[in-house]
Nanobody, 115 residues
Framework: EVQLVESGGGLVQPGGSLRLSCEASGFIFSFYEMSWVRQAPGKGLEWVSSISSRAWDTYYTDSVKGRFTISRDNAKKMLYLQMNNLKTEDTAVYYC????????RGQGTQVTVSS
């Protein structure tokens, strides 16, 4: 059974930083591309970023390019999202997911960017 557990969310002021973590289990982590998706209040799921299985390639939605960095540690079965220069529009629940459409995702971690 796929299990994904996110952590690291919180309340931060605009311009601040957070690092999200995701612990994976129940599947061969190193075989899969992994993604972060988010859901802002009252909106649908939005793909944020993906990383290839060996971390050779990374992908970002335009709104986070240059601010967010996705990474992974296959030995630890961990996925990360470093978020810098956060904006109020980044406020959302962030999910670690096995697929870019958000299927097979964790329970999420709340990120609130507010002054």
């Amino acid at each position: 059974e796929v299990q994904l557990v996110e952590s690291g969310g919180g309340l931060v002021q605009p311009g601040g930083s957070l690092r999200l973590s995701c612990e994976a289990s129940g599947f061969i982590f190193s075989f899969y591309e992994m993604s972060w998706v988010r859901q802002a209040p009252g909106k649908g799921l939005e793909w944020v970023s993906s990383i290839s299985s060996r971390a050779w390639d990374t992908y970002y939605t335009d709104s986070v390019k240059g601010r967010f960095t996705i990474s992974r540690d296959n030995a630890k079965k961990m996925l990360y999202l470093q978020m810098n220069n956060l904006k109020t529009e980044d406020t959302a629940v962030y999910y670690c997911a096995l697929y870019r459409d958000g299927n097979s995702r964790g329970q999420g971690t709340q990120v609130t960017v507010s002054s």
